[in-house]
């Protein structure tokens, strides 16, 4: 059976920082896309960040460049979003997704967790 569970969501003050984890069991994420996605009240779902499976080569959306990192441990079977210098637009709900990626994007998602919530105060 798959399942993804996050964790490390939190209250933060701006500028601070936070790691959620994604452990995932019934595959190896080496073995497939795994992207964070976010999505804040009233607004649409939001790709923010995916990593490759057979090279680990990742991709960060322009709003968190620099600030964000995605990456995995294969030996814990767990997917990582480091974020620093947290604003308070990046206050939503995090989802970790598997699936296919192209490109700059998850073309196809295949399986999600059940979400960690992140609020950034000014």
């Known amino acids: 059976q798959v399942q993804l569970v996050e964790s490390g969501g939190g209250s933060v003050q701006t500028g601070g920082s936070l790691r959620l984890s994604c452990v995932v069991s019934?595959?190896?994420?080496?073995?497939?896309?795994m992207a964070w996605f976010r999505q804040a009240p009233g607004k649409e779902r939001e790709g923010v960040a995916h990593?490759?499976?057979?090279?680990?080569?990742?991709y960060v959306t322009d709003s968190v460049k620099g600030r964000f990192a995605i990456s995995r441990d294969n030996d814990k079977n767990t997917v990582y979003l480091q974020m620093n210098s947290l604003k308070p637009e990046d206050s939503a709900m995090y989802y970790c997704?598997?699936?296919?990626?192209?490109?700059?994007?998850?073309?196809?998602?295949?399986?999600w967790g059940q979400g960690t919530q992140v609020s950034v105060s000014s």
């Open positions: 990593i490759y499976p057979a090279t680990g080569a990742t």
């Open positions: 997704a598997s699936g296919v990626c192209a490109g700059y994007k998850m073309s196809e998602i295949n399986y």
């Open positions: 019934g595959y190896r994420v080496s073995h497939t896309c």
